[in-house]
DNA sequence: CTAATTGCAAATCATTTGCACCAAT
DNA sequence: ATTGGTGCAAATGATTTGCAATTAG
């Protein structure tokens, strides 16, 4: 496993993201800053960081993934906002506990869960009136 | 809002399914079955269905949706494994009235939520020995 | 009648892949 | 040197769309 300066960079991105990334926008972020590193190889960096489990890929019912980092992060859940796309993050032990009762109950082997609410945040409940 | 035949075809379908299904299986099984419905109003007759309120749609992580008949069940989430692909669902109000407490403590307002856990079924679990 | 709906084929959009070229070990 | 990594452009796969032909109300 080489590391390239492209990998840097993607790295690097990934861990500085304060929000979720999209592979299409860092792409286009990079190059509008200059940054020769192509499409497939941002795609194939981020897959691999995942794979590496340095980061973690969400789909939110919305047509493209989001990509997040891990490090230095505990797991959450996330609130998604239907008006500006916000996306605030949740942690419930009692509701990772709950999942922890169900899986035993169907004797499932729990991997990893995805789990999103979506509405309308408090900003945009106001701006709605 | 006009009920033709094709929208019959295809409610009908969803009605009746048992489980989840992809609008292009859907296509592929009416095709087979001789039944003349193009791909484009599979699609947009499944959208139609959603905006209805008759449909509801998952994504699974997967690169295409699933859809579920809303009628005679009651909300759920859901158990896929990474292995057969099988989904499972499960009910849990405990977890209902925590995530109604964590929109509140954020003052969201929350329209519907996706949550899924994924992991290994019993029956692949075994057979991966 | 006539506006809504369909089918087709072409267009999109996100993502993946084949392959020739290039670079890290 | 060798093998993995990159960029490009073409391929993919799911879904959408423009438009002319069709049909339900």
Redesign the pocket.
């Known amino acids: 496993?080489?590391?390239?300066?492209?990998?840097e960079i993607i790295l690097d991105e990934v861990l500085k993201a304060k929000t979720h990334l999209?592979?299409?926008s860092l792409f286009l972020t990079l190059y509008q800053r200059g940054i020769?590193?192509?499409?497939?190889?941002v795609?194939?960096?981020l897959?691999l960081l995942i794979k590496c489990g340095l980061a973690e890929k969400n789909s939110f019912g919305q047509?493209?993934?989001h990509y997040e980092s891990v490090f230095g992060t505990i797991h959450h859940d996330h609130l998604v906002c239907l008006s500006c796309e916000k996306v605030i993050e949740f942690i419930d032990e009692e509701i990772e506990e709950l999942q922890d009762k169900i899986c035993e109950k169907f004797g499932f082997k729990a991997v990893k869960h995805s789990h999103q609410i979506f509405g309308y945040c408090e900003k945009c409940q106001k701006s709605q009136n």
């Open positions: 496993m080489r590391f390239t300066p492209e990998r999209e592979a299409d020769k590193v192509s499409r497939a190889t795609y194939r960096t897959d047509n493209h993934a």
